[in-house]
């Protein structure tokens, strides 16, 4: 939707991890629009702008009828171009948030960075990883569990 959308304290602009489905649903569609398909407990958009990049696709999360978990995905040619693409948008978060870096056991880095809402641990992580069979640089908000 637009580039201006952010990560904040805890949660994706409005969209507050750990709230219910239906406030939730609602700052999740007044940021998104509706989404291109839903499975009950999941979200599915394609195509959607964050932090300025373009996602293929983006997936919301729920447990227990609350917001525990977001998904961005951004799918590359190669792996060369996902390492590459993610150090531009962990140069972008860092702008943002306190972040770490580590190096896996292959090579790759891995980003974590923001505070959990948990209060522990962090919001997000950053890294690359194969899935459906391409490279994909994966921004990964959760999973967060929460009590009731």
């Given amino acids: 939707m637009t580039g201006c959308l952010s990560v904040s304290a805890q949660g994706i602009g409005e969209v507050r991890f750990g709230s219910s489905r239906e406030v939730a649903s609602e700052a999740i569609f007044q940021l998104f629009g509706q989404p291109s398909s839903t499975d009950g407990n999941c979200y599915i958009y394609k195509n959607k702008e964050f932090e300025g990049f373009h996602w293929n696709e983006v997936l919301f999360r729920f447990t227990n009828d ?3 978990e977001a998904r961005f995905f951004m799918n590359q040619r190669s792996k060369y171009e996902a390492r590459r693409k993610l150090t531009a948008i962990s140069k972008v978060l860092a702008k943002k948030h306190v ?3 580590d190096i896996e056991d292959d090579g790759n880095h891995f980003y974590a960075g923001g505070k959990s809402p948990l209060y522990y641990g962090h919001l997000f992580t950053l890294f690359i990883s ?3 069979g391409r490279w994909t640089d994966q921004l990964r908000f959760g999973p967060f569990e ?3």
């Fill in 146 to 148: 929460f009590k009731n």
């Fill in 99 to 101: 972040m770490s870096m």
């Fill in 66 to 68: 609350r917001l525990t």
């Fill in 130 to 132: 194969p899935r459906e």
